[in-house]
């Protein structure tokens, strides 16, 4: 909240930009992260493939947001989204 504050106060920022942490995983890594970090165990969650989620419009295979735009229009960098993972669930339980 507080980066998308930042760039609302720049009126000269261009196009779409995504708020995203840095670095990229899966939704399965996505998963295994926050069950590691709620103290659960992460070898609970399974893989599988987009093949067996029904969607209402097709994905592309890879898809990750990107910080090219969010850093050329002047705005820091988030932290890792593993460390953002942990910081939410410590906010939810607490």
């Known amino acids: 909240a507080v980066a998308l504050a930042g760039v609302a106060q720049t009126p000269e920022a261009p196009g779409v930009l ?16 926050v069950f590691a970090a709620a103290g659960a165990d992460p070898d609970r ?36 989204w593993d460390e953002a993972v942990t910081a939410a669930v410590r906010l939810v339980r607490a």
Not at 18 to 31: D, I, M, Q, S, V
Not at 54 to 71: D, E, K, N, Q
Not at 72 to 79: E, S, V, W
């Open 18 to 33: 995504h708020c995203t942490n840095t670095g990229e995983t899966t939704w399965f890594g996505l998963a295994r992260a």
């Open 45 to 80: 969650v399974r893989p599988t493939t987009s093949a067996h989620v029904v969607r209402p419009a097709p994905r592309p295979a890879y898809s990750v947001l990107g910080t090219t735009a969010w850093t050329a229009a002047g705005q820091p960098l988030l932290p890792p």
